[in-house]
Each structure stands twice: as structure tokens, then as C-alpha cells.
């Protein structure tokens, strides 16, 4: 299928399960936190405020208007904690929808393992979703192997591991 397509498809599916949540719950307006991965939000927050919804889109680290800098990240922790402090801030009765895209699968699955009370659901987007038998440390090294047996990229290019720590 042609980029094109494939982006307009994902768009579409993922306006049809965000509908779904919205007409499937009690009358009221919902707050969606929107966590990126290559993608932006823009349309989806227009579309979501304009029928009366609370939108919040955030920046994960090293990312878009977040000021830290890729060096500063040591590991997934490192990466979600801005949606982790996000979710921590909640008034105590609140709950949202998270939805993920691409590596933002792992952050709202982080979100959801710490704070399952203040989840009412989770969409993913073309996402990772990752869980007790797939740690992200396994989808991140096999992705790592895939992208070094191609001939155009550099050798050295490494893998994250338990060491990865240490060089703090």
C-alpha cells in the first residue's frame, strides 16, 4: 500500500475507535492525552476539542518543545517521564484516555502499569504494545540487529543493555 494511503488509513481507524470511546461512555466530555512517537497531533486534537473534549498533547523527553536533549536519556524511564509526571498530577478522581503512537505504545503501557485507577482506556495508534512477556529492551535490541544487518548503516551503531546504566 502506498505511504499516502497507509497514513490516511491508520488516520481513519483511529478516529473510528477514539468515536467509539466517545459515544460508548457516559455522556460528558473526556480528556485525551495524546502521546506522540513520528507523528503529531494537530489534527486529532482540532477534531477531539471541537466536539467539546479536553486534549492535552504532550512532548515525550528529547522530543518536539522538550527541553532535554537525546544524550540525557539512559532509558524507557528516562523517555516517559514527562507522561509519567503528567499522569501523577491528576486530580485524584480523574481518568483519561491515552493514545499512543509508534514508540508512544511503550510510553502509555508504562502509564497504564503505574496508574491503572487513573486509565479509563488506551488506544494504540500503530503502536508498541508491549507487556509482561515482551519487555521493551527485547523489541528495542531486535530492532537494533535489523537496522545494523543493512549495508548502509555505520558499524557501531549499539545496543542498549543493563550496562547502559552504569555510563550515568
Avoid at 125 to 152: C, D, E, H, W
Wanted: with cysteine; glycine share 6%.
Amino acid at each position: 500500500m502506498e505511504p499516502i494511503k497507509v497514513k490516511h488509513v491508520v488516520s481513519f481507524l483511529l478516529f473510528l475507535c477514539l468515536a467509539r470511546i466517545c459515544t460508548s461512555s457516559p455522556v460528558g466530555k473526556k480528556h485525551f492525552v495524546l502521546v506522540h512517537g513520528a507523528w503529531n497531533w494537530y489534527k486529532m486534537t482540532n477534531l477531539l476539542t471541537s466536539i467539546g473534549h479536553n486534549v492535552t498533547a504532550l512532548d515525550l523527553a528529547a522530543a518536539g518543545i522538550n527541553p532535554n536533549q537525546v544524550q540525557q536519556l539512559y532509558s524507557l524511564s528516562d523517555y516517559v517521564e514527562p507522561l509519567i509526571e503528567f499522569v501523577e498530577s491528576l486530580p485524584l478522581m480523574e481518568r483519561v484516555i491515552l493514545v499512543g503512537h509508534s514508540v508512544g505504545g511503550a510510553a502509555i503501557s508504562t502509564a497504564m502499569e503505574r496508574f491503572p485507577e487513573k486509565i479509563f482506556a488506551a488506544v494504540f495508534a500503530n503502536a508498541l504494545m508491549l507487556g509482561p512477556t515482551l519487555p521493551y529492551l527485547t523489541v528495542f535490541n531486535k530492532s537494533i540487529r535489523q537496522v545494523r544487518s543493512r549495508p548502509y548503516i555505520k558499524p557501531g551503531f549499539a545496543t542498549m543493555d543493563d550496562q547502559s546504566k552504569s555510563a550515568r
